[in-house]
């Protein structure tokens, strides 16, 4: 089976988004085995539309639209493709009605114009647009099927994971069932080293790895027709590669490193202080960014300065100066100085040079050090960090938060 | 002119990333005043490929494409376009020893296949590629013009800027020269309802709002033949937006908040403490994102919990009880204690409901107050931020480096 991706919007052409819906979508039709040839991106024209689907009808099984269905006189995806395949567009009383309902529920009174959006082709399935006034729709023509889907990424996709993808699978007899394992302490090129023999004679599951913000994820997808199918074929992989990972996979369902340490902090009943001098605040940042995080973080310290390392924390100026503010030593201190003044049962302090200046031969930009405890268990580690000084700033979060973990694991070292 | 962006890659139709290159090129090619009216994106397969370009250079004048020209099998973008157009591909020693010495500079041996990039079709315009191995060519024919770039974004983009855009402002004959005007304390909805007329009425100088996490961008783009015609056409509408903007636009050049503010601060030689509640440090990270802030960023506290705001910053159980964490009050006792402890030329403080949870009809979701002083001028101000937990401490972060430039420019208020 074929498909090809059909955005519609001048906003593409002129540069002002990217089309992501076409990646968003091509990714989601591979795993269902659909074969992808073409993306195509036209203006608001109904010629040019009108050209470009046709031609993608001849050659291609399904055609899938973005954009386009709007309420203003821009928005022709829906008249330009119902003319060309002879439907006439008839009103839904309830769309018109769940588009009022819509602006009623934010006090807005709904425009006229947003009527033209309740009109769709005749004998057209309906997609439901929870998150927006365009409803998507269906057309089945003999073999070939047009799907119509709005612009916004946030309308898009719920539609697509609600309504299309089910359409298709049945279309398909296909189910994809996916586990998603993090990793973190080792680069993609190793990883793909570590893991070539199967990534090669693989077929289902498929495993795919990449790599993006410092952590390494591989998706591991079994294709079959049922989910006790689908857990068979992934339990053997994902134990192949958590043998061969050890402590480094950090999470099988997507979850990121700071929901990990939370739900960790959280079933030990820990709470967890912050001393940061490098990462300037970030990793309280990202702590704090999960809902809920009160419950296992009160404060964090950003000792930037080294009077304030000494001010805050009681790192002692002899240490600072015999030793640096970048060295094992400041780092411990930084913790125990934390651990005395929070009382808190689990801390963290880092300290580095982030970049680009400041790096000397023998500490050079990326050299980081961590110091961590959980109750009375102290782990240090030492860290070159590689990358401009963002780069080094998101590794040092996320081995802070990796440190953590494997202290409450009680796996120190791997 | 018209012109349309071909790109070829499978990876892209597997979405494994994104097509970001056209959207890159579409920017670029506005400003230069040619229309695109179409992008493609197909795999590695000479058959589909040649069809399209064939298809491209019949209905627009510049064709650009963008990846394929790797050395391996499937990279064949180069001698599927010389076979379309009847053009043999000769080898350029000289290239072939730029892709010896790209090799040797790493220390390592240009394998055999890396040969076929020293290979451009018959009487094509060099591209120099200064990241990769791979050059890029131009093609004439007749009124036509294929330009071939490598797909990745490092090498494409250093191209593009350093040969073909000349390349083709000499076609057009025309320079573009650009202000960013960037804009804090207005939606993007009401911007462009008070730029409404100049926007509509503008042609040259153009005016392109947009807007990003919170911040809204205006870009002035004059198109002439000279820097001096540039600017005398670019002044009066900069003028005039900001005299309906005032303090709002916060820079001309594009430049962040947080690079005005150390700028502002470093100028005027105030070092900054930070006392953060519901940012939970990231304006702290914000700031430290600059290199050099060590010049005017000391320490911060994430007085996250309650009795860390008390025993940090002094906060007094009384204020917390009565007004409540999220208060004036609070806010402005959480700054007294900063400026105490720190001894800081400047200061600020937030306190707010980030959500998901925490709201109250009196206090909702987004309530945010940011209290900064700068030597012995305070400001307090209170903000209902809209959106997620993540928008709402952005846009407070934002605010948060807004008030201390207004206390540094001494415009307290609009």
């Not at 057209?124 to 998507?136: H, L, R």
């Not at 310290?301 to 030593?329: F, I, M, P, Q």
């Amino acid at each position: 089976m074929t498909a090809e991706i059909l955005a519609v919007g001048t906003e593409l052409l002129l540069g002002q988004i990217a089309n992501t819906n076409a990646q968003y979508l091509s990714v989601r039709l591979a795993e269902l085995g659909i074969n992808v040839y073409f993306h195509t991106v036209v203006g608001d024209n109904a010629a040019r539309l009108g050209e470009t689907l046709k031609r993608a009808l001849n050659r291609s099984d399904i055609v899938i639209t973005t954009g386009g269905l709007g309420p203003t006189q821009d928005d022709l995806t829906k008249e330009t493709i119902s003319k060309t395949m002879n439907r006439e567009l008839v009103l839904h009383e309830d769309i018109l009605e769940n588009i009022r309902n819509f602006f009623a529920k934010r006090h807005r009174t709904m425009a006229e114009i947003n009527k033209k959006q309740a009109y769709l082709p005749e004998n057209s399935i309906v997609i439901p647009n929870p998150n927006g006034t365009a409803p998507g729709c269906i057309i089945e023509e003999g073999d070939k099927t047009v799907i119509m889907l709005p612009g916004p990424p946030k309308e898009m996709q719920p539609m697509f994971e609600e309504t299309v993808f089910d359409y298709l699978k049945r279309k398909t007899g296909v189910i994809l069932v996916s586990k998603m394992l993090k990793i973190i302490g080792i680069g993609e090129s190793e990883l793909v080293t570590r893991l070539m023999d199967l990534i090669e004679s693989q077929d289902n599951p498929t495993i795919a790895p990449y790599a993006a913000q410092g952590e390494v994820t591989v998706r591991v997808t079994a294709r079959c027709s049922s989910h006790e199918e689908a857990e068979a074929l992934l339990a053997p992989v994902v134990d192949e590669i958590r043998s061969r990972l050890g402590i480094m996979v950090y999470s099988e369902n997507g979850q990121s490193l700071e929901e990990v340490v939370y739900n960790l902090l959280k079933e030990n009943g820990l709470v967890i202080a912050t001393a940061e001098s490098c990462t300037g605040g970030l990793l309280a940042g990202r702590i704090t960014n999960i809902p809920g995080s009160s419950e296992v973080f009160e404060r964090g310290y950003v000792t930037y300065a080294n009077k304030a390392k000494n001010e805050d924390l009681c790192v002692s100026w002899e240490t600072l100066s015999k030793y640096g503010a970048v060295s094992r030593e400041t780092a411990l201190e930084m913790l125990n100085g934390l651990r005395k003044k929070t009382g808190a049962s689990a801390g963290v302090a880092i300290t580095g040079i982030a970049g680009p200046g400041g790096g000397t031969p023998e500490k050079p930009v990326g050299l980081v050090f961590i110091a961590a405890y959980v109750n009375d268990k102290v782990l240090c580690r030492r860290f070159e960090f590689m990358g401009n000084r963002e780069r080094v700033r998101n590794d040092a979060c996320l081995h802070a938060l990796d440190t953590v973990r494997r202290l409450i694991l009680g796996v120190e070292q791997q």
